[in-house]
């Protein structure tokens, strides 16, 4: 198969979607590999390592798009991609179709076969090509939001450790998944008070031993969410229902009886976020203020630890692209079924059901289509 890979335009997106041993691995089963030139320069991977892996480098994003039989990537493409769409074009990336309509509808009209990482599922109905990246955005959620409570960027000036003799800063997680687990571990280590909400009561059992009761564990309702944001100086919005727009949770209402300086980090964002109203920012302008509290919405919050996040991302992924790109999407899907989850647009019908219900289009099974 021949698989390109373009250098990825979102807003400080230094991630690229292969690198130099996933080239090799390919290379070596009889694959072609084109590289976009400096596509991995973000990640510290120059254009010399691909060639020596077996990649021919391309030197504009046209030839690679439409050289390839499948496009690999990090983000969803952008309006400016939207061009090298074409039928039968295989598109491995995350989609997050569920907050990206016009998206959707570009990659049906030009029958796209367009498969997304967050919705592929592993035996257990886990995320596998997800979880790498939500332990990275889960870690940088607390970064994040220790830094944007200082003095100087506008937050209150809590220490989220707090010293002896002045208590630590308030967080609290709203979502214990993999973002909520990873925010949990760095927030405690900073020594926060660390306060988790889900809706599962068996995930704050789980959570509850796994932190020996170092964290307090709530259930979510509209009731503590209220209650704990109020108290709060950093929330971290960490939910997913799988596929689907993220719920609204942290109402408007709720962000006025804040502190003033306090922090949100809305990881949630990618999939359009669990704040009332809130829309996606870029690194370059990662915040907004709004009733003087600091809303943090980076809908690509591993694109800043580019290194680390393309060789989390990519161990994951590759598994999966040999598996395209040596038994074609159709043997490989009737295969495992957990990758077959992924494909969320097909032969022009939307074959995801929470995408389909995001915009009130027509859900296609996908049995129906292969
Ligand atoms: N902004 C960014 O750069 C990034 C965003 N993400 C996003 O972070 C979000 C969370 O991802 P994961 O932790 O991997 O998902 P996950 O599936 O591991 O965890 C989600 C948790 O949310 C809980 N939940 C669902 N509805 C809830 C509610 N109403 N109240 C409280 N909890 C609720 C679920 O029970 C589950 O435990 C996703 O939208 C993901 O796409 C992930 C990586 C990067
Ligand atoms: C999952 C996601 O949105 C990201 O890694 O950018």
């Known amino acids: 198969m021949i698989i390109g890979v373009p250098k990825e335009i979102k807003n400080n997106e230094n991630r690229v979607g292969i690198t130099p041993a996933g080239v090799e691995a390919l290379v070596s089963r009889g694959h072609k590999v084109y ?15 691909y060639i020596n892996a077996g990649a021919e480098i391309l030197n504009n994003a046209a030839d690679v798009w439409n050289k390839a039989e499948m496009v690999i990537k990090v983000k969803e493409p952008l309006p400016s991609e939207y061009q090298y769409f074409r039928p039968g074009l295989i598109l491995f990336t995350y989609l997050h179709l569920a907050a990206e309509e016009k998206l ?60 002896p003799g002045v208590e630590p800063g308030k967080v609290v997680i709203i979502g214990g998944g993999v973002v909520g687990v990873n925010a949990a571990k760095m927030a405690l280590g900073l020594g926060a008070d660390v306060t988790i909400l889900d809706i599962n009561p ?9 932190f020996h009761g170092n964290v307090k564990t709530v259930i979510s309702n509209k009731y503590n969410i209220a209650r704990l944001v109020k ?7 960490a939910v997913l229902i799988p596929g689907a727009k993220a719920p609204s949770l942290i109402t408007d209402e709720m962000i006025k009886s804040m ?24 690194h370059e302008n990662p915040v907004n203020v709004r009733h003087g509290v600091i809303l943090y919405s980076v809908a690509n919050m591993p694109g800043s630890v580019a290194r680390t996040s393309t060789f989390a991302l990519t161990s994951c992924t590759l598994p999966y692209a040999i598996k395209l790109a040596d038994l074609g999407y159709k043997k490989a899907m009737e295969l495992d079924p957990g990758l077959a989850k992924g494909m969320n647009v097909y032969k022009g019908k939307v074959c995801y059901k929470a995408v389909a219900d995001a915009f009130g289009m027509e859900y296609t099974p996908l049995e129906e289509l292969l």
């Open 35 to 49: 590289i976009e030139k400096d596509a991995g320069l973000g990640s510290g991977i120059s254009n010399e390592e």
């Open 104 to 163: 959707t509808k570009a990659l049906a009209e030009k029958e796209v076969v367009a498969i997304a990482y967050e919705t592929v599922e592993d035996e257990e109905g886990r995320l596998p090509l997800l979880t790498p990246m939500s332990e990275v955005a889960g870690r940088l959620s607390i970064q994040m939001g220790a830094n944007w409570l200082t003095k100087y960027n506008g937050g209150s000036g809590v220490l989220l450790g707090g010293v």
């Open 202 to 210: 068996e995930r704050l059992r789980y959570l509850d031993d796994i």
């Open 231 to 237: 108290e709060a100086d950093l929330v971290v919005g």
């Open 259 to 282: 502190k003033p300086g306090s922090v949100i980090v809305d990881v949630a964002i990618d999939q359009g976020g669990c704040v009332e109203g809130i829309t996606p920012t870029t």
